[in-house]
């Protein structure tokens, strides 16, 4: 991570959008599957703002948005309601937001992120339920997506449940920022509450940044937009310290204002002056009831919450003996936590297995560009074939053959065994004589050398016991074929 310098303290806050997991829309029955369909297809007089017609609250998006708030340590409302958040712009077909604006569904919790080591509480001020707008697309002749003569509209995504997650300004750089919302994007997932795709748009982060006044209060205020990944986040909040402190030296004053990041560029630019809360002139929205959630619902959310990251994290290091560094590569995603149990489970030694899960799984992985759930090994296939490494009936470097033909060809751990030429088992006793007696023949000047003395650092000798063990496909224990080298020749 690159550490950004500023002669002046650092006050970042964020605003993360998570699109929920629902099938449905916040308000109507019109799916929420809304990429790649045509536009305009996903839509309802409802959503479309029709007169007449009549928003109905997703039962599911009030449960995920409090189970989210649960992971976030906050205080689930037993009453909480929607305002209108006017503002005109043709993603809207309404010309206002539904919002939860004076009571969101959850208030005041935290989440704990670490920068090298060092833990650190980012508080949450609160979790508000929100439904999506639509989208603008511009297009041109050419199929570039700017300078277009003329705008088009899809209201597919409008209306889509969001839960907007708003920190206090408790992060003081980049690399904070950015570990907040890997650790935000972890709990979503654990949660179930949201894919947590940046790329798609299911997370999307605004950030506030300041840098403070030399007498320690807080300077103005500038909001980002339009970051796309973890990467972007930090290089525009890197961006913007520099331009605020090259600002301050020369003695201008920080706008209040909403900047765009252009990823391309690496710059921020002047969108617009940031609004604030009376531009938008909120007033409640009467034509839905306020969300009730009685304290035995609460319970029985809590009741439902599934081990939360830090859980697990505890866990694997207290029951598998493993360390920080793995336990987190192990646990970043359920999925591989998941699978890693299911090896463990199976039989397999716990930290040979957590090996083998982090390193060579995850390498196969990469190179056949698949993901853990559609991983074609299955965890008790893991599990017999570490036990082999470990029972030293297999070598390492087979056991990486056999699971590379595993992954590709999702053939039996037998057959991918034969297929790699190895025998299941050890060679020991006279079969490992025969071949290194088959070695030490074809080898004869090499033999000479070390009998007769010459090989004072043992290089020859090491040369023919690899000769051994490939002879074997490393079938045969390294130690052991070693002795039965120095056997034969006599030392
Ligand atoms: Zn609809």
């Not at 003329?150 to 597919?156: A, P, Q």
């Not at 209040?256 to 409640?284: C, F, H, I």
């Not at 957590?354 to 008790?380: D, Y």
Request: with cysteine; glycine share 6%; proline share 4%.
């Amino acid at each position: 991570m690159s550490a950004v310098k500023s002669k002046r303290p650092i006050v970042i806050g964020l605003e993360v959008h998570l699109q929920l997991n629902t099938s449905t829309k916040l308000f109507c029955s019109c799916s929420t599957d809304y990429i790649g369909k045509t536009p305009n297809t996903n839509v309802c007089p409802v959503c479309l703002a029709i007169p007449g017609t009549l928003p109905i609250i997703n039962d599911r998006a009030v449960a995920l948005g409090s189970r989210m708030g649960l992971g976030l340590h906050c205080v689930i409302q037993n009453y909480s309601n929607f305002h209108r958040k006017n503002y005109f712009y043709p993603d809207l077909p309404k010309a206002y937001q539904i919002t939860q604006y004076e009571l969101p569904i959850a208030t005041g919790g935290y989440i704990d992120i670490e920068i090298d080591g060092v833990p650190k509480r980012v508080k949450i001020d609160h979790l508000h339920l929100e439904e999506d707008a639509g989208k603008l697309v511009h297009p041109t002749a050419d199929g570039r997506l700017t300078g277009a003569a003329y705008s088009l509209v899809d209201y597919n995504r409008g209306g889509v449940p969001l839960s907007e997650i708003v920190s206090e300004p408790d992060m003081s750089s980049p690399a904070e920022a950015r570990e907040y919302v890997v650790r935000l994007r972890q709990l979503a997932r654990y949660l179930d509450v949201s894919d947590g795709e940046m790329e798609s748009g299911s997370l999307r982060v605004d950030a506030n940044i300041s840098l403070s006044n030399a007498d320690g209060s807080l300077g103005t205020r500038v909001e980002i937009k339009n970051m796309n990944s973890l990467k972007s986040i930090e290089r525009a909040l890197e961006y913007e310290i520099s331009r605020q402190n090259k600002s301050l030296d020369t003695g201008n004053r920080i706008v209040q204002e909403t900047r765009l990041w252009d990823d391309a560029e690496g710059v921020t630019r002047s969108m617009r002056n940031k609004e604030t809360a009376s531009d938008y002139r909120y007033y409640p929205e009467m034509d839905l009831a306020p969300i009730v959630i009685t304290d035995d619902e609460i319970e029985k959310f809590k009741s439902g919450m599934p081990e939360l990251p830090w859980e697990k994290r505890e866990r694997f290091a207290r029951d598998f003996g493993l360390s920080k560094e793995e336990v987190a590569i192990l646990t970043d995603q359920k999925e591989l936590a998941k699978y890693y149990e299911d090896v463990v489970s199976a039989g397999a030694p716990p930290a040979r297995a957590a090996n083998w899960v982090r390193m060579e799984v995850q390498r196969v992985l990469h190179e056949i560009g698949c993901t853990i759930t559609n991983f074609k090994v299955s965890p008790s296939a893991l599990a017999e074939l570490v036990k082999k490494i470990e029972n030293k009936d297999l070598s390492s470097t087979v056991a990486k053959e056999v699971l590379d033909t595993l992954a590709r060809e999702g053939i039996s751990l037998e057959d991918a065994i034969k297929r790699s030429g190895a025998s299941s088992s050890r060679l020991t006793g006279d079969a490992l004589n025969e071949v290194v007696s088959k070695v030490a023949s074809a080898n004869p000047d090499v033999v000479e050398v070390i009998k007769s003395g010459q090989d004072k650092k043992g290089g020859k000798l090491k040369f023919l016991q690899g000769l051994v063990m490939k002879e074997t496909r490393g079938q045969a224990d390294a130690g052991e074929a070693m002795a039965a080298l120095s056997k034969k020749l006599g030392l």
